[in-house]
């Protein structure tokens, strides 16, 4: 069923748009919901709706997914897996979650693409940046699953890497009821204080939970701007790419000010 088309243009709504095209990070454990494993269904509807409200604003969205709901690569190496066979069983969950997004997506009536880093012919396409940009471009919404497709390297990296060859504008870090990048995790520490705004390398030095170290590093090189978010305040993602300041921004130079 053809979605219905939107009652603006696409091209003057993202004109005045402060990002255009976004790159998601979605982490697994955000699509378990309270189950803390599998998928839940409600999450997953949710965070549809989200994604559906950004691209009704006009921005071009493709979205990098995790696996930790179904797989804990890390738990296994310690348990004394191989590790590239473990990160290999790692890709193969995120894919499991980039299905179940794409079908809810689906039934919100948005145009969707399921791109893998690994070949997997009979459920995605095989990523080809090429084609993810043209997807972009005719309105679809990109799922990018399987990491970068290669062991040791996390979804975050995968998320870094994917922002920068579609050229995406920012990175936005969906956390699980967190609202932002605190000096400590709010959830243990009542003292803990949130960054409105923070630099990479104040980041980096701090030991702050952005990103995971080699993702944060290749943002900074690449002058990648990154929002950090609660996924589950409604609206959220939609508030950030229209302009308004929501969560943490995390850029390479601090923010200046006036007197």
């Known amino acids: 069923m053809e979605r219905a088309s939107a009652p603006w243009s696409r091209s003057a709504i993202m004109n005045r ?6 790159l998601l990070k979605l982490s697994g454990e955000a699509l378990a919901g309270e189950r803390g494993s599998g998928v839940d ?14 691209q009704d604003l006009g921005a071009e969205v493709a979205v990098v997914v995790g696996g930790g ?7 296994a190496i310690a348990a004394g897996m191989d590790a590239p066979q473990a990160h290999y069983a790692g890709m193969l969950a995120t894919i499991i979650n980039a299905l179940a ?3 809810a997506l689906e039934q919100h009536g948005l145009h969707t693409r399921a791109m893998t880093a690994i070949q997997m012919d009979q459920v995605a396409e095989p990523y080809l940046r090429r084609r993810a940009i043209r997807h972009l471009e005719k309105g679809r919404v990109i799922i990018l699953a399987a990491g970068t497709g290669n062991p040791f390297f996390t979804t975050d990296t995968a998320a870094a890497l994917r922002a920068a ?4 504008d920012v990175i936005l870090m969906a956390k699980n009821r967190v609202d932002g990048v605190y000096s400590a995790d709010p959830r243990v520490d009542a003292s803990a204080t ?6 990479y390398l104040e980041a980096l030095n701090r030991g702050l939970q952005v990103m995971d170290s080699t993702a944060l590093t290749f ?3 690449n002058d990648l701007p990154i929002v950090v978010f ?12 229209a302009g308004e300041h929501v969560g943490t921004l995390v850029t390479k130079d601090p923010v200046s000010t006036t007197a």
Request: charged share 25%; with cysteine; hydrophobic share 45%.
């Open 17 to 22: 748009l402060s990002y255009k095209r976004v």
């Open 41 to 54: 269904a409600t999450v997953v509807q949710f965070i549809a709706r989200e994604i559906e409200a950004m």
């Open 69 to 75: 709901n179904f797989w804990r690569g890390g738990t």
């Open 101 to 103: 997004l794409q079908d």
């Open 165 to 168: 060859e579609l050229d995406a």
């Open 194 to 199: 949130k960054f409105d705004h923070i630099t």
């Open 219 to 221: 943002c900074m090189d």
């Open 230 to 241: 609660d996924l589950f305040e409604a609206g959220s993602g939609a508030r950030i790419i």
